[in-house]
């Protein structure tokens, strides 16, 4: 009984060090600046989506243990917004139903994602331009560095060693490698 006790703790701290990762690298100024994300409480929720899709993913794929960790990190992404949207003003009667409305549409973003990346870039942009991008008029060129973005992160988060998600944090690239250098640079 103790050991349960101890391994649920555990997991709790590991999920709280994955989300604490996913919300650092969703508020990374590069996706607003340059991959034409719209800097809304709503596009930041859809770079949190991105982030906890890919995370989630691959935690998912692994152990019974890891299976435990993605519903734990699961539960504290939605505890998060839950938290964000009283801050927010939204009265009680409301959230329950605004929660359980962003968790249909994270479980939709996964399903998305996941057939946009194996079906090519022209649907991947698609996507995004539906979901990610769609209080917004981005450039071709900032979608197609979020694709970029989005394939090298998952080969990276997939290239994780199980135990990372275990006891560490992941490592997600840098997405200021995914914007184009200023036209000066470029010409010299």
């Known amino acids: 009984m103790l050991g349960r006790i101890q391994r649920r703790r555990e997991r709790k701290r590991q999920a709280a060090r994955l989300h604490e990762a996913i919300v650092a690298q969703s508020r990374m100024p ?4 340059d991959m034409g994300v719209p800097d809304t409480m709503l596009g930041r929720y859809e770079m949190v989506c991105l982030h906890a899709y890919l995370v989630l993913t691959r935690v998912r794929r692994e152990s019974k243990d890891c299976a435990r960790l993605a519903q734990t990190l699961h539960d504290m992404i939605f ?3 839950d938290v964000a949207l009283r801050e927010a003003g939204l009265g009680d009667m409301g959230i329950g139903h605004r929660i359980k409305k962003l968790a249909r549409n994270l479980h939709g973003r996964i399903s998305v994602y996941e ?3 194996a079906a090519g870039d ?6 995004l331009r539906r979901n990610m991008y769609a209080s917004a008029e981005p450039a071709a060129s900032e979608v197609a560095r979020m694709i970029a973005y989005i394939r090298a992160a998952r080969r990276e988060i997939d290239g994780t060693e199980n135990q990372v998600f275990m006891t560490g944090v992941p490592s997600f690239p840098d997405p200021v490698a995914f914007v184009s250098p200023p036209a000066e640079a470029a010409v010299q």
Request: no cysteine; net charge negative; glycine share 6%.
């Open 115 to 117: 057939s946009g990346l």
């Open 122 to 127: 022209d649907e991947m942009a698609d996507i």
């Open 79 to 81: 505890d998060d917004f």
């Open 30 to 33: 590069a996706f607003y600046a």
